[in-house]
Nanobody, 127 residues
Framework: QVQLVESGGGSVQAGGSLRVSCAAS????????MAWFRQAPGKEREFVAA????????YYADSVKGRFTISRDNAKNTVYLQMNSLKPEDTAVYYC????????????????????WGQGTQVTVSS
């Protein structure tokens, strides 16, 4: 099992930046993909970004490509999402997720493929 705890959300004006973090615990190794999803009020949860367990290609939703950067520090069992040039439409609860039960080489953008989820952290962008 993997437990996830997000932090770093908050409120910012459009054009600003925020970084959210996700600390993982419960396993001795970090060899599993991790991802960020988000859910805006009245909308379904959607994929934002994902990173494999090794230092390789990262994956992004088209809506955040070029503005958001996902990274991970396996020594600290932590994954980050740096969000720049934020827009009001980025307002949502951001969730960290871990796909630890399968030997998946490429991260999945599908909610069903993730085994553990954090409690979420609110990001609010005002215009």
């Amino acid at each position: 099992q993997v437990q996830l705890v997000e932090s770093g959300g908050g409120s910012v004006q459009a054009g600003g930046s925020l970084r959210v973090s996700c600390a993982a615990s419960g396993r001795t190794s970090s060899n599993y993909p991790m991802a960020w999803f988000r859910q805006a009020p009245g909308k379904e949860r959607e994929f934002v970004a994902a990173v494999p367990w090794f230092a390789g290609r990262t994956y992004y939703a088209d809506s955040v490509k070029g503005r958001f950067t996902i990274s991970r520090d396996n020594a600290k069992n932590t994954v980050y999402l740096q969000m720049n040039s934020l827009k009001p439409e980025d307002t949502a609860v951001y969730y960290c997720a871990a796909d630890w039960s399968r030997s998946r080489w490429t991260p999945s953008p599908l909610i069903a493929d993730y085994d553990s989820w954090g409690q979420g952290t609110q990001v609010t962008v005002s215009s």
